[in-house]
């Protein structure tokens, strides 16, 4: 009897998967091997890169990534844990503002009710309110403005974002429209501490 070739012998083997060719010859990886990647990915970065960026935004040497980065502290909803991480934010006229993907668990911690938050902004340490907002509505239009993605674009991506506010002295949020799905109240603006 004939031989069986290694697909046939091993069914874990790239001969004996489908994978869809690329340009070049190169084998797109399935989805278990791109699960793969975003978690070395994640790894990667919460190991090494988030530690480097959190000391730089302690240090006198903050002005080099304070433009764009935050460090953002809060108590955990359910585990009473501390955390602390940097992330990417941007300034409106409500305040300050975060984008992160629905995949990620963190903001969770905001979705039922704003909660007090610590975040080191531009060297100085404040303390204020943050809360979730999933409200399709006002999660495109932060989209499309800090991407500058179309409005069609940023209301098909909206569905996978959540917009995490956080007040600042002196600013209020603007009045909820019945389309916006849900808003968030804020009690305290941010006072430095």
């Avoid at 793969?36 to 903050?62: E, K, M, T």
């Avoid at 941007?90 to 668990?105: E, M, Y």
């Avoid at 999933?134 to 495109?140: F, H, P, S």
């Amino acid at each position: 009897s004939p031989r069986p070739s290694g697909a046939e012998r091993h069914p874990n083997s790239v001969a004996s998967t489908r994978h869809a060719v690329l340009p070049g010859g190169f084998l797109a990886p399935d989805q278990k091997g791109m699960d793969r990647v975003r978690l070395i990915r994640q790894l990667i970065l919460n190991a090494i890169v988030n530690p480097v960026v959190a000391a730089v935004l302690r240090s006198p040497f903050h002005r080099a990534l304070s433009s764009r980065f935050l460090l953002l502290s809060f108590t955990g909803r359910v585990s009473g844990r501390r955390y602390t991480f940097p992330v990417d934010y941007r300034v409106d006229c409500h305040g300050l503002q975060v984008l992160t993907s629905r995949k990620r668990r963190w903001w969770r911690n905001f979705a039922a009710d704003p909660r007090d938050v610590s975040v080191r902004y531009n060297g100085r340490r404040l303390v204020g309110t943050a809360g979730a907002i999933t409200g399709k509505a006002l999660v495109a239009g932060a989209l499309s403005d800090r991407f500058g993605w179309s409005n069609e674009r940023a209301d098909s991506e909206a569905g996978e974002w959540v917009l995490l506010r956080i007040g600042l002295p002196g600013v209020e949020p603007p009045g909820v429209e019945p389309e916006d799905e849900r808003e968030t109240a804020f009690d305290n603006p941010l006072t430095p501490s």
